[in-house]
């Protein structure tokens, strides 16, 4: 197939697994990354657009293809403050999801987080929530939206509160049955393989839970998606 991939957050942790994952993938001719700064990498099939993500006209002007891939994400700490955060984590996507939309760009796969929820005290994952909900008041044939728990991978940038927390995740992840599975850490490169073969099957709006997401890809591996 010729698919065109819209890629943004292709220099974050999850973003880098799968761009690498999609030149590698046969269904897709040409990757779109969109971002603030280019990914360093050459490839035939990629195609670095550097620009203002900010800026309406710019996102108009390239957002074009089969799917959209929205890996962005940050933190308040690195981000400065909460306006800061809100932008990156909730406006932009939304902002990404209505110029697809208006673009008819069928199918849009989005990484959030466990927990989140418009109903949460927790500013971080209520600003998720909003998003979510915000992105899935949009008419594609497909959303997807991934809940991710923590995140196992090799940052660019130091995260103190996954430094001091992923080795005790890792050993309590040996543990975690039933209910608990959700809180199992998970590989950042599982995530990116998710997104990807989530979008081979089936239309509607979906929400993929932590322990879903690994469940999805060994159905995959085993011949067996569902």
């Known amino acids: ?11 974050g942790l999850v973003g880098s697994h799968l761009l690498n994952q999609l030149l590698e993938d046969p269904l897709y001719s040409k990757v779109i990354s969109i971002a603030r700064r280019d990914t360093g990498i050459h490839n035939t099939k990629l195609e670095n657009i550097t620009g203002d993500l900010s800026n309406r006209e710019f996102l108009k002007a390239h957002i074009r293809g089969d799917v959209i891939f ?17 932008l990156v984590d909730l406006h932009l996507p939304v902002l990404i999801a209505e110029i697809g939309e208006g673009n008819s760009i069928p199918v849009i796969v989005i990484v959030s987080s466990l927990g989140a ?5 927790n500013f971080y994952l209520k600003t998720k929530g909003q998003m979510e909900k915000q ?27 996954e430094a001091l927390g992923k080795p005790f995740l ?36 979906i929400i993929i839970e932590s322990n879903e997401i690994e469940t999805q890809v060994k159905l995959n591996e085993a011949g067996k998606f569902s």
């Not at 197939?1 to 220099?11: H, I, P, S, Y």
């Not at 899935?136 to 940038?157: E, Q, S, T």
């Not at 040996?174 to 998970?186: P, Q, R, S």
């Open 1 to 11: 197939m010729n698919k065109t991939a819209v890629l943004f957050g292709a220099t």
């Open 135 to 161: 992105v899935f008041g949009f008419n594609y044939k497909k959303i997807i939206i991934l809940r991710p728990f923590m995140l196992m991978g090799k940052r660019d940038d130091f995260r103190f509160g």
């Open 170 to 205: 890792q050993f309590a992840s040996l543990f975690m049955f039933g209910a608990w599975k959700k809180f199992k850490a998970i590989k950042a490169s599982t995530v990116a393989k998710a997104m990807r073969i989530l979008t081979e099957e089936g239309n509607g709006k």
């Open 70 to 86: 929205c890996c962005l994400g940050t933190t308040i700490r690195k981000a400065g403050s909460q306006e800061a955060f809100s």
């Open 117 to 121: 929820s418009t109903g949460s005290s």
